[in-house]
């Protein structure tokens, strides 16, 4: 067994074969004149059980792209099986057309993703289940959702928050295994696409608010909801975000937002992030589901 870390999560691939006492090695991937990839590994893959670590974080495109090559020369070297760990799966929020005759982006990328030789997929917090379902290749799609309990402060008082309907079954996990109550916003987007909250499916007063979400990508939906749920009488208001995307000016506005704590995953790679997000790693989390894979 090998891991291959991409260039977006080469600190994750490292964590993730330190756990399953494998070596790994980092691709050297490099860009001609018009920023077309090339993509080179320096060691033997005959026969190995090979696993390509990548997140399709921004430029998504580059960082999709080079999975699908090092996947193609992992499969022309001769290895055994190929296992691509996707921790943040890009164009997942595309599962359906969002327009008459629009692409199922979502679709079509699983089907590239299986036309390079990949033969399972470990993703994390993907955002439907209904996308598991556009693969014809074995996929692990992981809960982090003990990761955001094992953060949390012990909190009776705690209710938790889902920002919209589509997030109800996450909100639903956490809310169960917290033992507390759920509460639902009404969320709807205008003609330019922007989301408008305008109230909360139960009673937020008084009660400490965790928000729980797949993503966090320019922080306008987290924004809204905390502010609402202010105006709501909540006492305060906490965020569990899988994947931090962070586009524009995301971070300054959370900032500025008030959150009591607000928590997130290494699926997408930061660097010298401020002191009031915390971090949660999920190499473990990964590694464990790969070990039982086998």
Known sequence: ??????????????????????????????????????????????????????????????????????????????????????????????????????????????????????????????????????????????????CFINALQKNSNYIVISPDIGGLPRARILASKLGTELAIISKTHDLQGRCKMSDVIGNVSGKDCIIIDDIVDTGGTLCEAEKLLIQKGANSVSACITHAIFSENCIDRISKAGLAEFFITDTVHHQNLPSFIHVIQISELIANALLKWE
């Open 1 to 146: 067994m090998i891991v291959i870390g991409g260039n977006s999560l080469p600190t994750l691939a490292q964590q993730i074969a330190g756990k399953l006492g494998c070596e790994c090695i980092v691709a050297n991937t490099k860009k001609f004149a018009d920023q077309e990839l090339k993509v080179q590994v320096n060691k033997d893959l005959s026969g190995e059980d090979v696993i390509i670590v990548q997140s399709t974080k921004r430029p998504v495109n580059d960082h999709l792209m080079e999975l699908l090559l090092l996947a193609d020369t992992a499969k022309r070297a001769g290895c055994n099986s190929i296992t691509a760990v996707i921790p943040y799966f890009g164009y997942g929020r595309q599962d359906r057309p969002s327009y008459e005759y629009g692409p199922i982006s979502a679709s079509l990328v699983a089907k590239i993703i299986e036309t390079s030789g990949i033969e399972k997929v470990v993703t994390v917090d993907m955002h439907s289940k209904q996308s598991e379902g556009f693969f014809k290749i074995g996929v692990k799609n992981l809960d982090p959702t003990d």
